[in-house]
């Protein structure tokens, strides 16, 4: 609780209002003083600063006591409404960095995304929607509001530093999206990422094709070109706007009808040397394999059933979000029976 609700403001006026004219209305009957008089005398009294002149009189003396307790409750809750603001915000603050810095540095195999304005807003739905578990790291204070609203993880620092790279766990990502609106700065964070993990899968943003080239140079392992990708896409769309809406239909995380998904043929999984008609997928999941990643690097369009599938080769399925399930499954890592 950052400052006072509108519920505890109107307690705490209702309750002054009461006190003072409770307190003004019983002075000027028990004492006969004017009404200036008798607000002001129950005004010192409340607000515990001492008594204008001592009252005579036992009902005089009760509701001096009464207006005495009124003060002192009203200002002891005012301190404590004043404390507890003060300690959630110190220690619940603390206490929700904590938390968050613990569960970054619990993360594996996460993507960082370095850079959340439009572009890296986007990506970061498109993983969430995926279920791909992310880290956005960035210094604008209206990014770093963005993201916390919607409860994601972050780290406030630039993706030029090596150690903000390093408490967003570069060391253990298996990605970084460089989304940054300055390409100089998505080269230098490209450079910064592969000198210390020339392993790191790096997705730069480029704003012409200059830099494109120079960001690939520095060892990004992809580079996109949102304006470049927009204006292409707005010609098919006005050219071929059957096949445009098809393809943006499919890759659409608004789309839950179908889903792609990319899987890695490991040792373990069986199915090491077999080809896809041996497996039988299409039968057998309801998922159809439309494209292999050779492990050399070359990519096959469109498999065909004597397809052989060899280790570390990357296949891509397409199917509903359950026949993809069953697609992921084939490909589980088998138990070694002893």
């Not at 009464?66 to 002192?72: D, F, P, R």
């Not at 292409?232 to 809406?245: F, G």
């Amino acid at each position: 609780m950052e400052s006072f609700t509108r519920r505890e403001v109107t307690v705490l006026v209702v309750a002054v209002l009461v006190v003072f004219a409770g307190g003004t209305t019983g002075f000027m009957a028990i004492l006969h003083e004017s009404w200036h008089s008798a607000l002001y005398r129950t005004i010192v009294t409340a607000s515990l600063t001492g008594l204008d002149t001592t009252p005579h009189g036992i009902g005089a003396e009760a509701l001096t006591i009464a207006v005495v307790i009124s003060g002192v409750a009203i200002f002891g809750y005012f301190a404590a409404q004043i404390f507890d603001s003060i300690a959630h915000k110190v220690l619940g603050g603390a206490w929700r960095e904590k938390k968050r810095r613990k569960m970054i540095d619990e993360l594996r195999d996460h993507i960082i995304v370095c850079g959340y304005g439009r572009v890296g807003r986007r990506a970061a739905e498109e993983l969430r929607h995926s279920g791909v578990t992310y880290v956005v790291l960035d210094f604008s204070p209206e990014a770093l509001s963005s993201a916390e609203e919607i409860g994601d993880l972050i780290i406030e620092g630039s993706g030029a530093e090596d150690d903000d790279l390093v408490r967003a766990g570069i060391d253990r990502a298996r990605g970084i999206l460089i989304a940054s609106d300055d390409d100089g700065d998505n080269m230098y964070i490209t450079l910064s990422a592969k000198a210390r993990r020339p392993d790191l899968t790096v997705i730069a943003r480029a704003s012409t094709e200059e830099a494109e080239r120079k960001l690939r140079l520095a060892g990004a392992d992809r580079v996109v070109t949102p304006y470049a990708t927009a204006g292409r896409v707005m010609a098919q769309l006005m050219a071929k706007p059957q096949v445009a809406s098809f393809l943006n239909s499919l890759t659409s995380s608004d789309q839950p009808g179908m889903s792609f998904e990319e899987i890695e043929v490991k040792s373990t999984c069986g199915a090491v040397g077999l080809t896809i008609g041996q497996l039988d997928v299409a039968e057998r999941t309801g998922a159809n394999i439309v494209a292999v990643r050779k492990h050399s690097g070359r990519l096959e369009v469109r498999p065909t059933k004597d397809t052989l599938l060899e280790e570390a080769d990357v296949i891509v399925g397409v199917g509903s979000p359950e026949e993809i399930r069953q697609l992921e499954r084939m490909f589980e890592p088998r138990e070694v029976v002893a």
